[in-house]
């Protein structure tokens, strides 16, 4: 007798087309426990964190509850074959989670990605300085 293991499901289309729709929403996507204003787990506030620190643009930013949503919180896990939350999209890819992602941010590479995908806040220009004499 072959024994299958309890979390092996498959993900619903519907469920799918909804992590499709929200993971295209913007540039960077979140999903987390809780709101970015209020995280429910130290990872979550973690992940949100280095995204302020990184200077990730909130008009390309959204952040997704799966504490609101059972079916959100275990589609995400196979669809994206990371057993964990929270978990970080840029550009339509997956990133990781927030071990990966405090790894790429001591590291240099998130705020290499992050430039290269243009989603940090702009600079402000020197054009609103009054002009040296």
Request: proline share 8%.
């Amino acid at each position: 007798m072959r024994l299958i293991p309890l979390q092996l499901r498959l993900l619903s289309s519907e469920t799918r087309a909804a992590i499709d729709k929200a993971v295209a929403s913007k540039p960077v996507v979140l999903f987390m426990k809780g709101t970015p204003e209020t995280p429910q787990c130290g990872f979550s506030r973690a992940s949100i964190q280095i995204l302020g620190l990184q200077g990730v643009d909130p008009n390309k930013f959204s952040a997704f509850n799966v504490l609101e949503d059972e079916e959100l919180r275990q589609g995400l896990k196979e669809y994206s074959e990371w057993p964990t939350i929270p978990q970080l999209y840029v550009g339509n890819d997956f990133v990781g989670g927030c071990d990966i992602l405090m790894s790429m941010h001591q590291s240099g590479e998130l705020s290499k990605m992050f430039e290269e995908k243009g989603v940090l806040v702009p600079t402000e220009t020197p054009s609103d300085a009054p002009a040296q004499a």
